[in-house]
């Protein structure tokens, strides 16, 4: 599988500020995936990021809130702009696989525990 | 859209008995079912996953389960070890790049 690391691990940070978090697979991919996991809660899926394109977003999130960058296939950001105490939460991205090819397995990085004050 | 459901959202279980989680999908155009642990403070780890031609699979004291016409898929842990405490997410995806919906997870404790 992919080897994927996260920066920063954890955060805090003041409300109205934005935060970038940047996510690094060793390999390259198709697909890079954005999910939140709020404190003791499931997986919610943010956006889906293809290199060359824009990011697709699920329902309830927006691109001016979490903007997604996908310069190539080893590397994603994903901002999290005018942060409110109702984002702290671990945002954690995924790949699926470990090549070009769909794979159907994801794979997640370690993760980035933000706290907003 | 997947709506992916699952029980119990907690079992306690005495070291060596079994234990079982439940989910249930609605998507019939899902065909990829994923189990994921996680262990406090760490990321989810892919431990099996199944495709909707397989009825079961089993990985040492691991198996799942697959009932495609029900909608229904569950995890079976045998010999449980206190190791293997923590939370169990089951999800469900058509594949191909598509999005994988996860459940609501069950914590799992394990009592020596």
């Known amino acids: 599988s992919a080897v994927i690391s996260q920066k920063p691990s954890r955060d805090i940070c003041q409300r109205g500020t934005s935060l970038t978090i940047q996510c690094q697979v060793d390999?390259?991919?198709?697909?890079m995936f954005w999910y939140r996991q709020q404190p003791g809660q499931s997986l919610t899926l943010i956006a889906t990021?293809?290199?060359?394109?824009?990011?697709?977003?699920e329902s309830g999130f927006v691109i001016d809130k979490f903007p997604i960058s996908r310069p190539n296939l080893t590397f994603s950001t994903l901002t999290v702009s005018n942060m409110s105490p109702e984002d702290s939460s671990i945002y954690l991205c995924?790949?699926?696989?470990?090549?070009?090819?769909?794979?159907?397995?994801?794979?997640f990085g370690p993760g980035t525990r933000l706290t907003v004050l | 859209g997947e709506n992916v459901e699952q029980h119990p959202s907690t079992l306690s279980v005495q070291e060596g008995d079994s234990a079982v989680i439940k989910c249930t999908y609605s998507?019939?155009?899902?065909?990829?079912f994923p189990w994921y642990k996680q262990e406090l403070g760490k990321r989810p780890q892919l431990i099996i996953d199944?495709?909707?031609?397989?009825g079961e699979k089993k990985d040492q004291r691991i198996a799942v389960t697959l009932n495609k016409t029900a909608k229904h898929f569950s995890l079976h842990i045998t010999e449980t070890q206190p190791e293997d405490s923590a939370v169990y997410f089951c999800?469900?995806?058509?594949?191909?790049?598509?999005?994988?919906?996860f459940g609501t997870g069950t914590k799992l404790q394990v009592i020596p």
């Open positions: 199944i495709r909707s031609n397989v």
């Open positions: 990021a293809n290199q060359g394109s824009e990011a697709t977003y």
């Open positions: 999800a469900a995806s058509p594949g191909g790049y598509q999005k994988v919906t």
């Open positions: 390999s390259q991919v198709t697909m």
């Open positions: 995924s790949v699926e696989g470990s090549g070009l090819r769909a794979s159907n397995e994801q794979f």
């Open positions: 998507d019939s155009a899902s065909n990829y």
